[in-house]
């Protein structure tokens, strides 16, 4: 399978898939990192290791001429699966409904626990025991499609909301490339 990756940042979580595709039973090749942020360090990181990359402002236009720019890219390249990764926008329900089931993402929590931002100060304020992170399918709902896969960490005495994304960052990259991998096999 031909998959697309998006990001706006660091893109550590790409770097593990882009990573793990080289395995000879993997079942796909990253065919395009696109990302909203041209200065992003994960695009940089991508095009050193031959990776197609590809980037697009949102500035200066409406969403949907943006979306229709990631959108083309992403066809062009082939790309039949789309995996989220730190992608720090919402897609709009006209580019879920185009790749319907067909995009997942990764977040920093143990969905449905704590959708949307800064989820580890959050769990840590709640007194939680374990936080973890999730890979989910993406639907029009922000972090609401059927989860796919969890991994766990402790919290710790004197976490910090940086120290505990650390922790669970470690597992993030293990969890998204093994759940991406047996998701495509299906
Ligand atoms: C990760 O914690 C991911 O779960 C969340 O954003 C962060 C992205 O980090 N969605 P990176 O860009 O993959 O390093």
């Known amino acids: 399978k031909r998959l697309g990756i998006l ?22 090749t990253v065919a395009l990192v696109a990302s ?8 940089a990181w991508a095009a050193e290791r031959g990776v197609p990359t590809f980037a697009q ?19 062009a390249a082939g790309v039949e699966a789309i995996a989220l990764a730190g992608y720090m926008r919402l897609l709009s329900d006209d580019f879920v409904a185009r790749w319907r089931g067909r995009i997942v993402n990764i977040h920093p929590s143990l969905l449905p626990k704590y959708k949307g931002l800064d ?9 939680d025991a374990e936080a973890g992170a999730s890979v989910h399918i993406v639907t029009e709902e922000l972090d609401g499609g059927e ?40």
Do not use: F
């Not at 580890?120 to 304020?125: D, K, L, T, W």
């Not at 909301?161 to 650390?166: G, Q, T």
């Open 7 to 28: 990001i706006s940042g660091r893109g550590s979580n790409m770097a593990s898939l882009v990573e793990a595709a080289a395995a000879p039973d993997c079942p796909y």
């Open 36 to 43: 909203d942020k041209p200065e992003a360090a994960g695009l």
């Open 57 to 75: 402002s949102p500035k200066g236009m409406p969403k949907a001429e943006y979306e229709a720019k990631i959108d083309a890219a992403l066809r």
């Open 119 to 127: 989820t580890h100060a959050r769990a840590i304020a709640a007194g």
């Open 147 to 186: 989860v796919l896969g969890q991994a766990r960490v402790p919290i710790l005495p004197g976490d910090t909301a940086d120290s505990l994304a650390a922790r669970v960052l470690a597992e993030e990259h293990k969890l998204y490339a093994k759940t991406l991998a047996d998701w495509l096999r299906d």
